[in-house]
């Protein structure tokens, strides 16, 4: 019987054991980031059950006073994690010529790599031929560790996201690390390929079909890596051998793949409460800007979207689009809910939909055509009710976000009966034309003295406390204003890119 030798067998020991042991470093993160979101989900909780149990008789001056000096050491403690969250959320690294990551990703999206890389390169030291960095040691192992990655990346890509669930991390933030595990993915497929070509060739090793099969499958996967660039996937679009032994590591791709498909199956067709679509609304609003509605089963907070599939628009059946709703629920139990967008017209879908609701104006009709509702999708603001002060800024169709967001301050105004917390919405619009989706329009506020969450009527900026202003917005000075007269604050910024930087 041929005896194996001891660095043989080292090294497939630890081609088995060092893909094992990187994934228990990544759940390990992930538990300790689950951790922190229940922890943060308590201490909301907690803090909203001390504002319910407040004393809404005492007088405001002496209140804050007591609670200044009572809750010292908690205001240290916030001003320090404000201070924490500044810099890992906000302060931002360009990559390329329209996105920016903050910190925290590139810190995260750098420290995923570089344990991909250590767990890859660790001891490859040959003792019997005292080569240091041995490919026969590390050429396989990235492989294997490639492929008991691929789990993770088609996890990270689904809508119906656990880690979305148990992190609180929203799916579309979370895309930004299935991009990253995209990308260590080719640097080990490349690393398994250079240290295979420099251990050498068998004769007949060329011709085989799982080597062929290997080359191609690195070649399109290199391919596809420069089609998703930032810039050319913007301009378009619409436009791996693994070892028998190994594909216990890589089904579980295709089963979290097929799971998140089947929830949006399901949750779609529990959204239009059986197989047949809804009629969804359309109306143009301004020359760039249009609205939908659409009554739907289904339920949802301030700031979260929908994807939307309209088949007679579509390019392809199954073409589905996200939208922030503008509005919140405000149905009766056992009633469906009207979810309202206001949707700009830009290219492809969106411009397809706006001819076809001008198309049927011009024949007199009303718009109506059948469509699919997936959703929410999303993670909301945090709740308002926590804060004294709340500032909106919007831009273009971020008023979809913002609107929301002033309606909850209303409705916790109307059912909390609080009179200490104030809201103030900016809007930044992209021109004076779209009068109509200012807060004097259907789908937006209500005063306070209509005292009804159910209903939404015009608002008349002359006695609502609303002031327009039009021209440029001096967002610096605002901010300085209602942070020097607040205690608590929440500020949420939606639209372009460069608003939130």
């Known amino acids: 019987m ?30 300790l980031v689950s951790l922190l979101h229940f922890t943060n989900f308590l201490v909301l909780r907690y803090q ?31 001003t320090v994690s404000e201070t924490i969250a500044i810099v890992l959320y906000r302060y931002t690294i360009p990559l390329g010529y329209s996105h920016r990551v903050n910190v925290t990703e590139i810190a995260i999206v750098v420290a995923y790599i570089t344990s991909v890389l250590i767990w890859t390169f660790i001891n490859c ?14 050429a396989n192992r990235a492989g294997n560790i490639a492929t008991s990655q691929i ?79 930032r810039p050319i996937r913007a301009s378009s679009y619409y436009s791996l051998h693994t070892n028998p032994r190994h594909y216990v590591l890589s089904l579980p791709a295709l089963f979290f793949w097929g ?75 056992n009633k469906p809910n009207e979810l309202v967008f206001l949707i700009k017209v830009k290219n492809g879908f969106t411009k397809r939909l706006y001819h076809s609701i001008l198309e049927a104006q011009d024949k007199n009709e009303e718009f109506r055509f059948n469509a699919f509702i997936d959703g929410p999708y999303g993670s909301p603001p945090p709740d308002l009710d926590t804060f004294s002060d709340v500032v909106i800024i919007t831009g273009g169709s971020g008023l979809s976000f913002g609107l929301p967001l ?16 104030t809201a103030s919405i900016t809007e930044a619009l992209w021109n004076n034309g779209e009068k109509d989706i200012s807060p004097g329009s259907k789908h937006t506020t209500p005063t306070p003295e209509a005292a009804d969450a159910e209903k939404l009527p015009t608002i008349n900026t002359t006695t609502s406390g609303i002031i327009i202003n039009p021209g440029r917005l001096d967002i610096k000075s605002l901010l300085e204003e209602e942070l020097s007269s607040a205690s608590t604050d929440e500020i949420s910024v939606n639209g372009v890119y460069k608003y939130s930087y």
């Not at 149990?53 to 009572?70: F, L, V």
């Not at 030291?125 to 590390?138: E, V």
Request: no cysteine.
């Open 125 to 138: 030291y040959n003792s019997d031929t005292g080569l240091k960095f041995d490919p026969l040691f590390y």
């Open 151 to 229: 789990p993770l990346l088609v996890l990270l890509s689904g809508k119906n996201n656990l880690l979305s669930l148990i992190s609180g991390v929203s799916f579309e933030k979370l895309h930004i690390f299935h991009r990253a595990v995209g990308r260590a993915l080719l640097i080990l497929a490349l690393i398994h390929t250079g240290g295979r070509l420099k251990l050498g060739l068998a004769e007949d090793e060329a011709s085989t079909a799982w080597l062929q099969v290997g080359y191609a499958t690195l070649a399109g996967w290199i391919i596809l890596l420069f089609m998703f660039i």
């Open 406 to 421: 002033l309606q909850e301050v209303v409705k916790i105004h109307i059912y909390t009966n609080t009179n200490d917390q």
């Open 48 to 78: 909203k059950y001390l504002l319910a149990h407040k004393n809404g008789n005492d007088d405001p001056e002496n209140s804050q006073r007591k609670t200044t000096q009572r809750f010292s050491f908690r205001k240290l403690t916030s």
């Open 259 to 333: 799971f998140d498909r089947f929830l949006r199956v399901v949750r779609t067709v529990w959204n239009n409460r059986g197989l047949s679509p809804t009629q969804i609304k359309g109306e143009i609003v301004s020359p760039n800007m249009i609205r939908l509605s659409i009554h739907q089963w289904m339920t949802w907070k301030a700031g979260q979207a929908v994807y939307i599939t309209i088949p007679k628009i579509s390019m392809m059946p199954f073409e589905a689009h996200p939208f922030t709703m503008a509005n919140i629920p405000t149905a009766e139990k």
């Open 2 to 31: 041929p005896t194996v030798s001891p660095t043989k067998a080292l090294r497939l020991a630890r081609n088995i054991a060092y893909p094992q042991q990187l994934w228990w470093f990544i759940a390990s993160f992930i538990g």
